[in-house]
């Protein structure tokens, strides 16, 4: 697993007078942390020509505020933030997971639970939730209570965030939640690398496929840059570093998409937060 965190490699035939280009990222999934980081770094600036930095952060919420006072060029977001900030975030490209520009939520419960089939069988339980500005880790689990006529606060004796999908799973598979919500990606490629930990817990159910977390441009980005990022993106499976570099990720590429791809979360959103 690794988690995409902050670091700076500096390569050859890099433009001395043009900036970093900056790219804010929350931890995601993988496990050498700073070897796949430095990896991906390296093959970015190489690319681009350009030096690269990678800004991470713990919480969604942190990484829409510095894109929005344009503090990085690009960011890999939740698609509920995205569709929140629209109007300041350009949708650049997304993640191709199994084929598709898509996940899902999965409801996860201990391995032990054999009784529990839905959400509303959590009644009076502590659950946990990743992020509040995650679409599968709070925004969805929420929807469906919401159409039950109860709402988390209501419906469970008590909640917690553990700012991480992976850290949800651990809650859930160390017994210190009787349910959680997470992002199936994680959990799915948890599952190749730690089936040990993902084990420990059960799928109860996974909702509807959502448009993946996107990669999207602030206003910070001129637009040379966001083409020549763009390019990059969409070409990393046409060499054999890319693709290595993908299959660290647990990921098939990266691919334009239509800002309709959305429209679910945009549903749940005006849904659950109006």
Request: proline share 5%; aromatic share 10%.
């Amino acid at each position: 697993m690794v988690f995409l965190f902050v670091g700076l490699i500096i390569v050859g035939n890099l433009h001395a007078d043009e900036r970093p280009i900056r790219i804010g990222l929350t931890p995601v999934i993988l496990e050498d942390q700073l070897r796949f980081l430095e990896s991906w770094r390296r093959y970015l600036e190489q690319e681009l020509g350009r030096e690269v930095q990678f800004l991470r952060r713990n919480s969604y919420g942190e990484i829409v505020d510095l894109a929005l006072r344009g503090q990085v060029d690009f960011a890999w977001l939740c698609g509920f933030p995205y569709v929140r900030n629209e109007g300041a975030l350009d949708l650049l490209a997304a993640p191709v997971f199994k084929g598709a520009p898509r996940y899902q939520s999965y409801l996860i419960v201990p391995a032990s639970d054999t009784e529990t089939r839905d959400l509303m069988d959590l009644e009076g339980g502590i659950f946990a939730f990743s992020d509040p500005n995650s679409n599968s880790g709070w925004l969805y689990p929420e929807a469906v209570l919401r159409r039950h006529a109860t709402s988390a606060e209501r419906h469970f004796e008590r909640t917690f965030y553990t700012w991480g999908h992976r850290r949800v799973i651990e809650a859930v598979a160390h017994g210190l939640a009787e349910g959680g919500a997470v992002d199936g990606y994680v959990w799915e490629t948890l599952a190749r690398v730690e089936p040990e930990l993902t084990g420990r817990t059960r799928i109860v159910n996974r909702s509807d496929a959502f448009g993946f977390p996107p990669v999207v441009a602030t206003p910070a980005a001129d637009p040379a840059t966001r083409q020549a990022v763009l390019e990059v993106l969409l070409s990393m499976d046409e060499s054999e570093r890319g693709r290595q570099l993908l299959e660290a990720l647990n990921l098939d590429g990266f691919q334009q998409v239509e800002p309709e791809l959305y429209d679910s979360i945009r549903r749940l959103s005006r849904e659950v937060v109006q």
